[in-house]
């Protein structure tokens, strides 16, 4: 093969190659894609349907509190546990106790001790064992060695000793706090002064040229205050409610038919909701389940897929 046949093969090679990427380039730009932090945004036909219908776009907020603790085990996953520190202790290696302590030493007897308070210990944790009945009786031939181990010297480890899993607000049922139910994720839902439907997420309506997390930050400090720690999540919703006005309801717009609702989620850190006063009156940090108790039924069907069951 000539060198002018290799070099006419070349170029109509890279001719098919630039053809093809011009043609995957004019496919890309078609395609449109958009980031999230993006100043253009795409076309959104459903936005624009519901403003041709006299919807009014309202920005929500769904604001957590993650889990402190981790969640109760099931007795199923109680029994493996179990199960699992039998096994480790059957097969462990002995440990030899002869070769590092005096035989009825002060040492022996410390380690005799803590390693029974130890499987006590293990036993309350994987199988609720209650030890409390015998914290203040010895066995039967046991010596009392308590007085022995104080005059040899305060060198005892100090007690761990496991805080509850129930705290006082759970107990005085106070759904202000979030010192609560620290083993589920609790929602923020505030109050608006009427009769009805009185109980939902923060929302507030869109302003013109303002974005839905930017509305929602924005409503968010004026119905709750700016003492808190927010981060919200994204930039996109996690859902939305859509709600037609009763027919006595009064708006400046006649035209509007009703609301729909887009949430944004978000997290707290730290701080507390201080109501307004005007457009909130109450608050509460609730469960999945006891959001039940407060809203209606149709909201409540329409957001309970955004939230989490722990």
């Known amino acids: 093969m000539n060198t002018s046949r290799i070099s006419s093969l070349v170029n109509k090679s890279n001719f ?3 053809v093809k990427f011009n043609e995957l380039f004019i496919n890309i730009e078609k395609r449109k894609f958009y980031s999230i932090y993006s100043s253009v945004k795409p076309e959104n036909t459903e936005i624009k349907e519901l403003v041709n219908q006299k919807y009014r776009i309202v920005s929500g907020i769904v604001l957590t509190r993650s889990p402190q603790i981790l969640r109760d085990l099931h007795p199923f996953e109680r029994e493996y546990y179990l199960y699992q520190q039998k096994l480790e202790q059957i097969h462990s290696q002995p440990f030899p106790q002869d070769f590092y302590f005096k035989k ?4 022996e007897k410390r380690w005799n001790k803590k390693k029974e308070q130890d499987r006590k210990n293990t036993l309350s944790i994987f199988s609720n064992f ?7 009786k010895n066995e039967e031939g046991e010596e009392d060695i308590n007085d022995e181990i104080k005059s040899f010297g305060n060198v005892e ?3 761990i000793k496991i805080a509850s899993r129930i705290t006082q607000d759970d107990l005085n049922k106070n759904l202000k706090s979030l010192n609560r139910a620290l ?6 839902i505030v109050k608006k002064p009427r009769d009805e439907h009185a109980w939902q997420f923060p929302q507030g309506g869109v302003n ?5 997390v930017r509305a929602a930050a924005r409503e968010l400090e004026e119905e709750c205050g700016n003492k808190m720690d927010v981060w919200f999540v994204g930039r996109r919703p996690i859902g939305y409610y859509k709600y037609a006005y009763p027919k006595d309801f009064v708006r400046e717009d006649k035209d509007i038919r009703g609301s729909m609702v887009f949430f944004m989620k978000a997290h707290i850190f730290a701080g507390q909701v201080q109501v307004d006063q005007k457009e909130i ?12 108790e407060f809203v209606s039924s149709n909201y409540y069907h329409a957001v309970k897929d955004m939230l989490s069951e722990v």
């Open 16 to 18: 098919i190659k630039h």
């Open 104 to 107: 009825g030493s002060i040492a």
């Open 130 to 136: 209650n030890n409390n009945s015998d914290t203040n």
């Open 157 to 159: 480890e100090e007690e």
């Open 183 to 188: 083993q589920r994720t609790l929602y923020l």
């Open 208 to 212: 013109n040229k303002e974005s839905l």
């Open 281 to 292: 009156v109450d608050f509460a940090w609730v469960t999945k389940q006891e959001l039940k």
